[in-house]
């Protein structure tokens, strides 16, 4: 019941700009932290950026200064507002929270299906 889709994701040349986006939907009573992770072929996923409730924010150091995150705590949505993008942000882009669950007791992880972002030197 609950999801989480991404969107923004494309085909874009080195140097440029690309919005993702993150929706979370479904009968949700809260959310704690939110985040974007990334898996570049034949490597591990990695945390790319997280926000709290707040607008407490944490970046991985390789997109320090590039990148972006935010939240609309309202509309349960999380964006990366990613520039300068280099061939190696090249990766599936993931969607994470941390939520409760309406009549459910508990924090969980969710992730989202991804969205592929594509940096051409």
């Known amino acids: 019941q609950v999801q989480l889709v991404e969107s923004g994701g494309g085909l874009v040349q080195a140097g440029v700009s690309l919005t993702l986006s993150c929706i979370a939907s479904?009968?949700?009573?809260?959310?704690?932290?939110m985040g974007w992770y990334r898996q570049a072929p034949g490597k591990q996923r990695e945390l790319v950026a997280t926000i709290t409730f707040i607008g407490t924010t944490n970046y991985v150091d390789s997109v320090k200064g590039r990148f972006t995150i935010s939240r609309e705590n309202a509309k349960n949505t999380v964006s990366l507002q990613m520039s300068s993008l280099k061939p190696e942000d090249t990766a599936v882009y993931y969607c994470?929270?941390?939520?409760?669950?309406?009549?459910?007791?508990?924090?969980?992880?969710?992730w989202g299906q991804g969205t592929q972002v594509t940096v051409s030197s």
């Open positions: 479904g009968p949700i009573s809260d959310v704690n932290i």
């Open positions: 994470n929270a941390q939520l409760k669950r309406i009549g459910v007791v508990g924090w969980r992880d969710y």
